[in-house]
């Protein structure tokens, strides 16, 4: 499967962004999507994750209660929205695809990345 993020852009400390994710060349609803960040100097991370159905989703406690994963089978997407945004949420952001549940990592397929960059 194929996966192209989007979204990204520069916003101020406390604004929102919505990333979303295509999939394409697979059966979608046979994937759990996550998405992943990497900050400049630091290790890729586990973000968020979301299960076939889009019914059980799981975040980092980082973002708990500020970003919202959610997927959307019939178009084959993926998204996250992120509120209050901080700048320690700068980073390259990630969409991932897996047929497991439950990983917070090494998932078999991955997007390019798009940049989210919080400044004011």
């Known amino acids: 499967v194929q996966l192209q993020a989007s979204g990204g852009g520069l916003v101020q400390p406390g604004g929102s962004l919505r990333l979303s994710c295509a999939a394409s060349?697979?059966?979608?609803?046979?994937?759990?999507m996550g998405w992943f960040r990497q900050a400049p100097g630091k290790e890729r991370e586990f973000v968020a994750h979301?299960?076939?159905?889009?019914?059980?989703?799981y975040y980092a406690d980082s973002v708990k209660g500020r970003f919202t994963i959610s997927r959307d089978n019939a178009k084959n997407t993926v998204y996250l929205q992120m509120n209050s945004l901080k700048p320690e949420d700068t980073a390259v952001y990630y969409c991932?695809?897996?047929?497991?549940?439950?990983?917070?990592?090494?998932?078999?397929?991955w997007g390019q990345g798009t940049l989210v960059t919080v400044s004011s």
């Open positions: 060349g697979g059966t979608f609803s046979s994937y759990v």
């Open positions: 991932a695809a897996d047929m497991a549940w439950g990983k917070s990592g090494g998932y078999d397929y």
């Open positions: 979301i299960n076939w159905s889009g019914g059980t989703t």
